[in-house]
């Protein structure tokens, strides 16, 4: 079953933050999180594994909180190269294919 | 990370001809790949599992003998869309699974864009 991301679309101003969730009603193995440019293929930007484990690089990081089946996605001072639609992926069992959500697009105007 | 490429780009084509795409990992090998479908402002869509030497696993209501696939090597898939139809122009991706021992990262290569008139 598909995860559900929220929100489906965000404006933002650059230098504001955004977050990006991502729910299942799966229990989970893994989040995968990925952005996507118009026109392009969506480009890896973190995989988190079960455990609650946070990770990040540069201004965007993301949570995973196994015992809700949920991740978040955190883009800080956002600049304009952060625009795209970000998918997560998840992974029920270790191994398994990925499932995509439906996507957030994200919008950062100067 | 690491690369995935996609040959061709982008590609037109007449109706009822057949088209191959190839889906490389350039710097690992992937004994799994997949293939994907896109349609403008949504999510992918899995197509296929491919397996290297062994038979695709395909979605419910994808057809197998339109869409051909072929895992040659631990480095090639291939996506054959045979006699293609307009109703079949899309973007196609293809991603490729690196096995990491306790988990796999997923890298997607730059994608197909298929136009059948």
């Known amino acids: 079953q598909q995860p559900v991301q929220s929100p489906q679309a965000v404006i933002l101003r650059e230098g504001e933050d955004a977050v990006i969730n991502c729910s299942s009603s799966?229990?989970?193995?893994?989040v995968h999180w990925y952005r996507q440019k118009h026109g392009e293929a969506p480009v890896f930007l973190m995989i988190l594994l079960k455990g609650g484990e946070q990770k990040g690089h540069d201004k965007i990081s993301a949570s995973f909180n196994e015992k809700k089946q949920q991740s978040s996605l955190y883009l800080t001072a956002s600049q304009l190269s952060y625009s795209g639609t970000y998918f997560c992926?998840?992974?029920?069992?270790?191994?398994?294919?990925?499932?995509f959500g439906g996507g957030t697009r994200l919008m950062v105007k100067p | 990370g690491a690369v995935v490429s996609q040959h061709p780009s982008r590609v037109i084509c007449k109706s009822g001809t057949s088209v191959k795409i190839e889906c490389r990992s350039l710097d690992f090998q992937a004994t799994t790949m997949f293939w994907y479908r896109q349609f403008p402002k949504q999510s992918l869509m899995l197509m296929a599992t491919?397996?290297?030497?062994?038979?695709?696993?395909?979605e419910q209501g994808v057809e197998k003998d339109k869409f051909l696939i072929n895992h040659a090597s631990l480095t090639l898939s291939t996506l054959t869309v045979t006699s293609a139809h307009p109703e079949d122009s899309s973007f196609y991706i293809c991603?490729?699974?690196?096995?990491?021992?306790?988990?796999?990262?997923?890298?997607f290569g730059p994608g197909t864009r298929l136009t059948v008139l």
């Open positions: 491919s397996n290297e030497g062994s038979k695709a696993t395909y």
């Open positions: 799966k229990a989970l193995y893994s």
């Open positions: 992926g998840t992974e029920n069992n270790a191994g398994n294919m990925l499932t």
């Open positions: 991603s490729a699974r690196w096995d990491r021992g306790r988990y796999n990262e997923q890298f």
